[in-house]
């Protein structure tokens, strides 16, 4: 599927839950208003890329996290309702906080035709960051929804956001409005 976007849900997928990572109810906050976006964008066609750690589980796929999340109780479980996989949607399990390390995510973007990543998930100050980071290096366009991002404290997100928005020029915008005009990257 060609797309100028896609979307990226980072480490939603947690069966252990989120306590070491980011406040649980930040963190089902957070999944709420991504699914919302995530329902809204896929009107508008823009793939669904699910990036999310492989907790060592070298043998592993994705939709055995996605069941394991489903079978707990709690924050795991409820977020893995709200952000379920849909048939066409993609996911990559990394080995590492960046979602482009060690996985096949460039060229994946690459066939898409993507130059605008939006980025959500957790840990803002981590996982989302180092993905942001990898993929400003690679000159995408980044939006990072203010919204659908969380952390362990909501200082350490305000902190993650405003480096983003500082260093790496990507919006921080909410979820809620237009998709935000964004800089053209050489």
């Known amino acids: 599927m060609a797309s100028r976007y896609a979307l990226l849900l980072i480490d939603f997928f947690n069966p252990w839950g989120f306590e070491d990572l980011a406040s649980p109810r930040a963190t089902l906050l957070a999944a709420r208003n991504a699914a919302r976006l995530m329902a809204r964008l896929r009107r508008a066609r823009v793939p ?3 990036a999310n750690d492989n907790f060592g589980q070298w043998a592993s796929e994705f939709s055995m996290l996605v069941a394991a999340c489903r079978k707990r109780s709690g ?8 952000l379920a996989p849909q048939p066409g949607d993609c996911s990559i399990l990394k080995p590492r906080h960046s979602a482009f390390f060690g ?9 898409m035709k993507a130059r605008t990543l939006i980025l959500t998930g957790v840990s803002a100050d981590s996982c989302v960051m180092f993905t942001a980071h990898d993929g400003y290096l690679r000159k995408f366009r980044l939006w990072v929804p203010q919204d659908c991002v969380a952390s362990r404290t909501p200082a350490y997100t305000r902190a993650a956001l405003t480096h983003v928005a500082r260093v790496l020029h990507a919006s921080t915008a909410r979820s809620t409005g237009k ?8």
Not at 75 to 82: F, G, K, M, S, T
Not at 103 to 111: A, G, R
């Open 179 to 186: 998709v935000p005009r964004l800089a053209t990257r050489g």
């Open 103 to 111: 996985t096949p995510l460039d060229f994946l973007l690459d066939e």
């Open 75 to 82: 924050v795991p479980a409820q977020i893995a309702e709200l």
């Open 48 to 50: 669904v890329i699910y």
